[in-house]
């Protein structure tokens, strides 16, 4: 019986030397618990605020919170699978962290497409649980009040410390810079020529979105993407995109700042998240996030005053009392 332990022993710590220090759980899970804390573990219904980057098992990134200053939060929701990430999730409570693989083949199945070019045999997923609210006992109403109060905390937080990190993006990299009053920063880099289009003016335009830590989000440019590695449709067409001027069709620190530039002109916008995309972010953009955009305009197209006019309907009078 005892040959037997220790051979069961030595077969466990094979595994684990073989996993590169990892454990396996069900479903083929592997996992590498950094910190615990010793806390209560996440249960189904929690809510749960964590930080996670998911990359290869080359360590090539694919998503990263900690770039979009966006914490993953949601209710704890049940595993889809046995050995899934959030069946991973479920062994950490507050403040733990740890490191969980997945084979890519349990992942992009029934359907799902791999990203272009993705062939790791795993996706890696680091995690920090930041925050969970047990969700107990507590009525519906109680439990979302903690959650709501919570949230706004957070929000609070970053929108304070959104003045720092500009300053910081303008002393790293030696920009100096005009201010408006709605509190975009500019400087044109290369001048134009010509008018600088009016509000129903179309501006042509080159961009290369960037966060303040430098992570390139979206560009026009094919080159850019490429250099940024972010990952783009293959079907997508870069070109310089058409943007009619003061119509509310895209950010307000976008239809002031085009203002500025005429044909040929090139700008970096350092735009606060108070003209972007304010306290709600999208996609990879976090709340409170300054954006910092690399411009160009590449044409102004007036309107054509000989384009037919729209018809407008007539209206059939109100009958007489």
């Known amino acids: 019986m005892k040959r037997k332990l220790m051979f069961l022993s030595l077969a466990a710590i094979g595994l684990a030397s073989c996993n590169g220090g990892f454990k396996q759980g069900d479903g083929g899970l592997l996992y590498n618990i950094h910190t ?127 003045p720092a990190k500009i300053k910081k993006y303008i002393d790293d990299n030696h920009l100096k810079l005009e201010k408006t009053a709605s509190g975009l920063q500019y400087v044109i880099t290369t001048p134009g020529t010509g008018a600088k289009p009016a509000v129903g003016d179309t ?39 058409r943007i009619p001027v003061g119509q509310g069709k895209v950010i307000p620190g976008w239809d002031e700042g085009l203002q500025l530039l005429n044909k040929g002109a090139k700008a970096i916008f350092i735009i606060p998240s108070d003209i972007a995309y304010k306290d709600q972010g999208i996609g990879p953009i976090g709340p409170y996030s300054p954006l910092v955009f690399e411009m160009e305009m590449v044409d102004v197209v007036k309107p054509n005053p000989n384009a037919p006019k729209p018809v407008v309907p007539q209206l059939t009078p109100p009958p007489a009392k």
């Open 36 to 162: 615990s804390k010793g806390g209560a573990k996440i249960k189904e219904g929690d809510f749960i605020s964590l930080n996670m980057v998911v990359k290869t098992d080359g360590d090539s990134v694919l998503n990263s919170t900690y770039e979009s200053g966006q914490p993953t939060r949601m209710a704890m929701p049940k595993p889809q699978a046995k050995g899934d990430v959030v069946a991973g999730i479920g062994l950490l409570g507050e403040g733990d962290s740890a490191t969980f693989k997945i084979a890519s083949d349990s992942i992009f199945k029934g359907g799902q497409q791999r990203p272009p070019g993705f062939k790791s045999k795993y996706l890696v997923f680091v995690v920090k649980v930041e925050k969970v609210i047990a969700k107990g006992n507590l009525n519906e109403q109680v439990f979302r009040g903690r959650v709501m109060d919570y949230i706004k905390s957070q929000g609070d937080a970053l929108k304070a410390q959104e």
């Open 203 to 241: 501006a042509v335009v080159n961009y290369t979105g960037k966060m303040v830590s430098g992570k390139v989000f979206d560009t026009s440019i094919k080159a850019e993407a490429t250099k940024a590695k972010i990952p783009v449709d293959p079907m997508r067409q870069f070109a310089p995109i």
